[in-house]
């Protein structure tokens, strides 16, 4: 790469891709660039979105989000559902592509029963799984009934303890085709001389698994985990659909947080500050993730 | 021994997974197939299918639906033509600049979309984009530039470049090869990216929200999320627009399932 030197007729190469990068750069400094930086400047003031007025008020946004409780609760949901998405969806995802493979019939047939859910938009999923959470007449307080468990019934979705817990059975229904296909995906391209070696060297099937194929995994791996954290950070469709955040704020993520302040309650000043909270996080979550994918993909040119 | 055991309960296991899988979909159509008098037995089936109740949910969403398509079809065309125009020069050239302008882009998979969204709300209406349909195209363009330049660019840096050396050679512009070679040659990536797309613009709630605020121009999944939250819940009718609103996509889902895995795949790892 290094002692590449462009032949004549790439001498006008530069021009031609600079006019091909043009419009998608002018997108991008438009609608990510722009935004991020004109939200972290709005964090520093106080306007209700409307009028033409916007007032400095310094540190004072973040000074009233770190006294307030509200903050602190969507932040720990956050976390919660950043620890149930990395091991629930890829945890059962592996499950069931590890299933799937080893199936000698119908391998067709369950990747599309269990990919389908990933295909609807979340408001659907919300709205199909509050008619089951019903607390009344819904599915899963009747089936309760139904096989004596009724005392465990209860109002799934409007009750503070066991509304997060609701909505991540929704969310993980709605994902875990996402982690299952990665990891089939994976399966299938698992080069068949290490699984055979394993099995004439008398490799029990556990051994096998931890010390062949999950090994071998771990670019499928990688990608279920990244993706996962991703979605946790950025959760906003099942929760805002499913509850809007409550009951009193007790299902709030930062991301309805920062929406119903915004525009419920007009005070763009602090809903940016939750923004700006956001993406600090997210950052730090996510970055590694981003240069592990960037890295993967120059590798994987470089080797060719 | 255990194993053989175990290896006996696979395909059963398989089976009573995929049953629960489909169980919420299987009670929603049961649900939207009966009248207001049977939807509170959940077990129960329709004495007689009532169909009433797609008629009164296409009454309330169907103008939404038709606002949804005019949304999708030309966002998903702008946004993975862009893709396509940012991923093909940063799959030629070599060296620091390209990836940096790459990295720059892949940035943008990194910002939640929901940060953006006050600043987004004022631009678009002082353009005089606010709750309108060509206003959703370019920020669904907009927003898939990031995932759509990945997608692109990782398509085209596994075509040969003896190609693209071999069309320049014989004296065919760098444009031209573009629009005339390798698009035309790229047909399964572009698919895969389109179908991807289609998903994630037909199923936005929040730039949906933000950015209308009637039925000039709010898609289905804004008029649904309107109904589920309403106080007064008929669920026979809601579970109709409910799956009727998922309908499309289903239906691309069915149609095309190896584009749209080769697509999920793709936007996420190569």
Redesign the interface.
């Known amino acids: 790469m290094t002692n590449y030197k462009p032949a004549p007729w790439e001498r006008n190469a530069r021009l031609v891709f600079g006019l091909f990068l043009f419009t998608p750069v002018v997108f991008f400094i438009i609608f990510y660039i722009w935004p991020v930086i004109e939200t972290i400047r709005l964090s520093f003031q106080s306007w209700d979105g409307l009028s033409p007025r916007r007032v400095d008020v310094g540190l004072r946004n973040y000074q009233v989000l770190l006294a307030s409780p509200r903050f602190y609760h969507s932040l720990l949901n956050n976390v919660r559902w950043l620890v149930f998405y990395v091991l629930m969806p890829t945890g059962v995802g592996l499950g069931l592509a590890l299933l799937v493979n080893s199936l000698s019939r119908g391998q067709g047939f369950f990747k599309l029963i269990y990919f389908l859910p990933y295909t609807l938009p979340p408001v659907a999923v919300a709205a199909i799984w509050r008619w089951l959470y019903e607390p009344s007449a819904g599915l899963l307080t009747r089936t309760l009934n139904e096989v004596g468990l009724g005392f465990l019934a209860r109002n799934w979705i409007g009750e503070a303890d066991t509304v997060t817990y609701s909505l991540m059975a929704a969310g993980l229904w709605w994902s875990v085709g996402f982690s299952f296909i990665v990891f089939f995906a994976g399966l299938r391209n698992l080069p068949l001389e290490c699984l055979e070696a394993a099995r004439i060297d008398g490799a029990s099937a556990w051994q096998t698994f931890t010390k062949v194929t999950f090994p071998l995994l771990w670019p499928s791996t990688a990608i279920a985990l990244g993706m996962s954290a991703v979605d946790a950070m950025r959760l906003f469709d099942i929760v805002w659909a499913m509850t809007g955040g409550g009951p009193a704020y007790a299902s709030d993520v930062l991301a309805t947080q920062m929406y119903d302040t915004a525009f419920g309650r007009l005070k763009m000043g602090e809903a940016s500050a939750v923004s700006v909270a956001m993406l600090v996080i997210s950052a730090v979550v996510i970055m590694p993730f981003i240069i592990y994918m960037a890295r993967q993909v120059e590798r994987a040119e470089n080797d060719h | 021994m255990i ?1 053989s055991n175990v ?1 006996w309960t ?2 059963p ?2 089976v009573v ?2 049953a629960l ?5 299987v ?2 159509i049961n ?1 939207s197939l009966k009248a207001p008098a049977e ?5 129960s089936l329709p004495a007689v299918p009532y169909l009433t109740n797609y008629v009164q949910a296409w009454h309330q969403i169907g103008r939404t639906f038709f606002n949804s398509l005019m949304i999708t079809v030309p966002g998903v065309a702008l946004s993975v033509f ?2 396509a ?2 991923g ?3 799959s ?4 620091r600049v390209g ?1 940096i ?23 678009m209406r002082n353009l005089g984009f606010h709750n309108t349909i060509p206003g959703m195209w370019l ?1 669904h ?3 898939g ?2 995932i759509c ?1 990945f997608f692109m660019r ?1 398509f085209f ?1 596994s075509v040969p470049r003896s190609m693209f050396e071999a069309a ?2 014989d004296g065919c ?3 031209t090869y ?1 629009f005339k070679v390798l698009l035309p040659a790229s047909t399964s990536g572009l698919a895969a990216l389109s179908i991807i797309q289609s ?1 994630a613009i ?2 936005d ?2 730039f949906a ?2 950015l209308t605020n009637n039925d000039n121009a709010r898609p289905v ?1 804004v008029a ?2 309107a ?3 309403g106080l007064q819940v008929q ?1 026979g009718v ?2 109709a ?2 799956l009727i ?2 309908l499309p ?2 239906i691309s ?2 149609l095309f ?1 190896k584009a ?2 080769a697509g ?2 793709g936007g ?3």
């Open positions: 194993t290896k696979r395909g296991s398989a997974i995929a899988f489909m169980t919420p979909i009670v929603a649900t939807v509170l037995d959940v077990f862009l893709g125009v940012a093909f020069p940063l030629q050239i070599k060296g990836f302008v790459y990295l720059f882009l892949l940035t943008g998979m990194l910002v939640p979309y929901q940060i953006v969204q006050i600043p987004l709300f004022s631009l920020v363009a907009a927003y530039v990031p330049t990782n840096a320049l050679i512009g760098i444009a573009f998903r037909w199923n709630l929040l929200m933000t999944t649904l999320n109904l589920t939250s669920h809601l579970m627009a409910t609103s998922v996509v289903v889902y069915l399932q749209f895995v999920v795949l996420s790892s190569k």
